[in-house]
Every structure is written in structure tokens, then in C-alpha cells.
């Protein structure tokens, strides 16, 4: 698979992670979201706007938004989880259109980030995508660890980046009005192996 293939499908697999943990989440009350809990920030809600925050800033700077470190100050945090979800919803999408329109020279593009202070940092955009995967996946796993302290069942995150996993997401993929093809291409699947012994 081309690298600008594979970012676009951890755009999408970005995508219906937030949708499940927001669906799963839905029930909890605004004492919850708000409630102190273990984690770098101190609950669901702070969590869930810092993942927002950062995507915005660094879709911002890959789509060659200018004055990403003043927006960045002027982030303005959801207070509840629908006025959130919808802002996520519109950042994951904002994504998966820059994703979409990546090849081989744009993942090797430079990206001007605003740090602030009039210091820019540069970076290739596939290595700003690497870090932006690896960071809203880590504070996923944090709001998955905090759930387990409520009346929620943290929800399965993990199944979008093997094709062979699409039994797990059918309803998901339809939610979303996604299929299969569209975002894996034809697949031809492996022949199924015997479990290996840990």
C-alpha cells in the first residue's frame, strides 16, 4: 500500500474511532463528563477538547491555515458532549478531505507550523500525520481508561485498519455512509492461518 493510501485510511480510522466513543458516551451526564478523573488532563470533557484542540491546530497548519498559534490561544472548549462530537466531527472530516487529496509528493511537503513568537517549525506533512495518528490515539486510550470509572463500557477502538475486520464495523461503516471498496480498494483476502500460541 502507498503512503498516501494508508493516511487515508487512518483519516477514516480516526473518523469511527471518535464516532464510537462519542456514541458510547452519549448516556453519561454533564457531572460525569465534567468529574475528576486519573489522566494528564484532569477529565472527560478536558480530554476530549484537548484532542479537539490540537486536531484543529495541526489540520490548520497542513491545509496552510495562517496564525496557528493565535488560534491555538483562542481555542474555546465544549462544554458538553454534543457541542463537542459535532466540532470533532467537523475536524475528522476536515482531515479525511486533506487525506484524500494527498499523493506522493504532498506526503512529502513541508508544513509550516506556527509555534508563536514568530517561530515556525517545519516538517514533512506524512511525519505531522504520524504524529497527529499517535496522538489522538494515545489520549483515546486515556478516555477509554477514564470510562472504565463509569457506567459505560469503553467501546472497541481498534477495528478499522485490517480489512479482514469489517464484520466488526458494518454498522459503523454505514452510520457514516462508507463502504468497504471505497476506502480499501478491491481486497483480495488472505487465506485464514491457525492461531498462533502466545
Not at 56 to 65: D, F, H, K, R, W
Not at 87 to 94: P, S, T, V
Not at 132 to 147: E, F, I, K, P
Request: with cysteine; charged share 20%; hydrophobic share 50%.
Amino acid at each position: 500500500m502507498e503512503l498516501a493510501a494508508f493516511l487515508r485510511v487512518q483519516a477514516r480510522a480516526n473518523r469511527l474511532a471518535n464516532h464510537r466513543l462519542h456514541m458510547a458516551m452519549a448516556p453519561l451526564t454533564r457531572a460525569d463528563l465534567h468529574a475528576p478523573r486519573i489522566g494528564f488532563f484532569p477529565s472527560l470533557i478536558a480530554t476530549l477538547n484537548h484532542i479537539l484542540a490540537v486536531d484543529q491546530y495541526y489540520t490548520g497548519a497542513l491545509c496552510g491555515e495562517p496564525g496557528g498559534a493565535s488560534l491555538w490561544a483562542s481555542f474555546v472548549p465544549a462544554d458538553d458532549l454534543p457541542a463537542l462530537a459535532e466540532r470533532q466531527r467537523a475536524a475528522d472530516e476536515r482531515l479525511i478531505t486533506f487525506c484524500d487529496a494527498l499523493d506522493a509528493a504532498g506526503c512529502t511537503r513541508v508544513a509550516a507550523m506556527d509555534r508563536g513568537a514568530g517561530r515556525f517549525q517545519h516538517e514533512r506533512v506524512a511525519n505531522v500525520l504520524a504524529h497527529v495518528v499517535m496522538h489522538q490515539t494515545h489520549h483515546r486510550g486515556q478516555l477509554h481508561a477514564m470510562l472504565s470509572g463509569t457506567a459505560v463500557a469503553p467501546p472497541q477502538l481498534d477495528e478499522f485498519l485490517m480489512p479482514s475486520d469489517a464484520h466488526f464495523r458494518v454498522a459503523d461503516m454505514a452510520a457514516l455512509g462508507w463502504n468497504e471498496r471505497a476506502v480499501f480498494g478491491p481486497i483480495k483476502m488472505m487465506a485464514k492461518t491457525a492461531p498462533t500460541p502466545d
